[in-house]
């Protein structure tokens, strides 16, 4: 997941900037900004790994204010001038976004940020290990915010599938971790004597299991859909622990 903020002067353009951002599943957006200082106190107190910033804006403009930053986050420029490109290159911004741009124009800039930040931080990928290790210790390292963070695979209470990620829900903690692994591979990694796939997009855990509804995994508020073609397996399961 890429932290990021907008900063734009103009009301409209920042909540447009703000709906697409929300529309990909691996940015986060923490913060919306309406000049350099509001971003900056940003800056201050979050990590952020992605900056949208409009170039012309009161007070300090998005170049002047990057070329200030001494450990800037990856930029994407986003203005209604053309004449700025080069100067936005300049700074080494990822991307020159030209208003008025679409939902794909920023996915594709915000594609081409991640590959860059995954290709900067590669060495902090996956951590690989046997998998009869992971069995006999219970637990696995993954990249996650650009760090190396420990999961209990006891605390694990599903996983969901995002394509190119998983999202790994944790008993306790309100946000998902979301490393860059395939479904394939944590189906690996997980013991099958606590874990089942009940769908192509989810794994649950079957020691958290409390409710069952209409072919339905029940998670608190979250419905986990059983799949047709895992549907027998889980129902075998549960029906040999029924009274």
Known sequence: MLRCIA???EPLALTQIASYIGKVPYLELVG???DANE???VLQQTQVDLMFVDINMPDLNGLDFVRNLTDSPKVIFTTAYSDYAIDGYKVEAIDYL????GLK??????????QRIEKETASYGYVPQPTNAILQDRYFFVKNDYRITRICIDDIKYVESMGEYVRIYIEGQDRPIMPLLSMKRIE???????FMRVHRSFIVNLNKVTDVSRQRIIFGDVYI???DSYKQAFLDYVNA???
């Open 241 to 243: 622990r029924s009274l």
């Open 188 to 194: 690996e990694i997980l013991p099958s004597d606590h």
């Open 32 to 34: 919306k900004c309406r």
């Open 105 to 114: 124009d920023l996915e594709a800039a915000a594609e081409r940020a991640r």
């Open 39 to 41: 971003a900056l106190k």
């Open 225 to 227: 859909p059983v799949g």
């Open 7 to 9: 900063i734009d002067d």
């Open 98 to 101: 030209l208003k008025p741009f």
